[in-house]
T-cell receptor, first 110, second 111 residues
Framework: GEDVEQSLFLSVREGDSSVINCTYT??????LYWYKQEPGAGLQLLTY?????DMKQDQRLTVLLNKKDKHLSLRIADTQTGDSAIYFC??????????FGKGTRLHILP | EPEVTQTPSHQVTQMGQEVILRCVPI?????FYWYRQILGQKVEFLVS????????KSEIFDDQFSVERPDGSNFTLKIRSTKLEDSAMYFC?????????FGSGTQLSVL
């Protein structure tokens, strides 16, 4: 079945850029998402990209999509302590079902 | 910005009891979903609902689960006889057919 994979942990120094990577297997993706989950909280939609785009920028966030390699990345510029959270990559298929990755825990070093 | 609201935020129940998790989707949305996340695991799809009926369900969504839209605003998930393994964070989501908006979740603990 369809799958979404991402590394489980990432540590970044405050002020540096964070890059969280994700790969997916679905050939019929419509949208790809990045969600943020802070401790005890729900899923906050950070950004999304339509599958026929290859880049989207939104303030400190840059999403890159390589559809050929089925690779999605999220770059957070000037990482702050408030960015500490779990980041979920998710793929929406043509049946509008969303498949989530396991999440990448972003840890900010002082 | 409009949001999906879920109540309660935490629910503790005894094994074998029935629970109802409540969601108020965004008002003009047409598609409704339940997902769950067992601690430390992936967020998993449970069920989608459109036009007053289930449009898709996963293998997790067995006969113990049901969904309902009892009025124009609420969307509920009922677990008839809870099991220990039902302990998870349950997320409701809604959409107009494009991106999904998630609620903040209900943490269900089955003792």
């Amino acid at each position: 079945g369809e799958d979404v994979e991402q590394s489980l942990f990432l540590s970044v120094r405050e002020g540096d850029s964070s890059v969280i990577n994700c790969t997916y297997t679905d050939s019929s993706s419509t949208y790809l998402y990045w969600y943020k989950q802070e401790p005890g909280a729900g899923l906050q939609l950070l950004t999304y990209i339509f599958s026929n785009m290859d880049m989207k920028q939104d303030q400190r966030l840059t999403v890159l999509l390589n559809k050929k390699d089925k690779h999605l990345s999220l770059r957070i510029a000037d990482t702050q302590t408030g960015d500490s959270a779990i980041y979920f990559c998710a793929d929406q298929n043509r049946d509008d079902k969303i498949i989530f990755g396991k999440g990448t825990r972003l840890h900010i070093l002082p | 910005e409009p949001e999906v609201t879920q109540t309660p935020s935490h629910q503790v129940t005894q094994m074998g009891q029935e629970v109802i998790l409540r969601c108020v989707p965004i008002s003009n949305h047409l598609y409704f979903y339940w997902y769950r996340q067992i601690l430390g695991q992936k967020v998993e799809f449970l069920v989608s609902f459109y036009n007053n009926e289930i449009s898709e369900k996963s293998e997790i969504f067995d006969d113990q689960f049901s969904v309902e839209r009892p009025d124009g605003s609420n969307f509920t998930l009922k677990i008839r006889s809870t099991k220990l393994e039902d302990s998870a964070m349950y997320f409701c989501a809604s959409s107009v057919g494009e991106k999904l908006f998630f609620g903040s979740g209900t943490q269900l603990s089955v003792l």
